[in-house]
């Protein structure tokens, strides 16, 4: 199998290097010479030749792509048990960070979960029986 893409004039677009594409890192596939005298070139692109960007992840999201088609039940639950939580954090204001930095971050976002959680364990269990839970505890 070749590293390659076909145009829709039919001509082989090879892979011809990385290129740095939105901010991100790209490989970049054409095929000038091919582009040059192409009656479907108009139709095609308008630029000079036919450019088709893939990111290096793009394998993996194509294998990611055929498991949902496989088995979309499981998108419908993490929609119910993940999202959920992402979608309140959002409502509450908690969309952007305020730190910066990996570890920062992990700890706000951990805070934000943990404010989330009791959040629902208030709705779940009355005051009342949490301060005697936490006093047997103590």
């Known amino acids: 199998m070749r590293d390659s893409y076909h145009c829709p004039g039919g001509q082989e677009l090879a892979r011809r ?4 594409h939105d901010g991100l890192m790209h490989i970049e596939y054409n095929n000038a010479r091919a582009c040059r005298n192409c009656a479907l070139r108009a139709q095609c692109t308008q630029g000079r030749y036919r ?19 496989q088995c979309p039940e ?18 509450w204001g908690q969309d952007e960070f305020l730190t ?29 029986s949490l ?4 006093q047997i505890s103590i």
């Open 17 to 20: 290097g990385q290129a740095l």
């Open 51 to 69: 450019r088709i960007y893939r990111s290096k992840e793009e394998a993996a999201i194509e294998r990611l792509a055929q498991r949902v088609k």
């Open 74 to 91: 499981l998108v419908a639950q993490r929609k119910t048990i993940v999202e959920h939580i992402f979608g309140t954090l959002r409502q």
């Open 100 to 128: 910066r930095g990996l570890a920062a971050v992990r700890a706000e976002f951990s805070l934000s979960c943990l404010a989330y959680n009791f959040r629902r364990v208030l709705q779940l269990v009355s005051l009342q």
């Open 131 to 134: 301060k005697e839970v936490i």
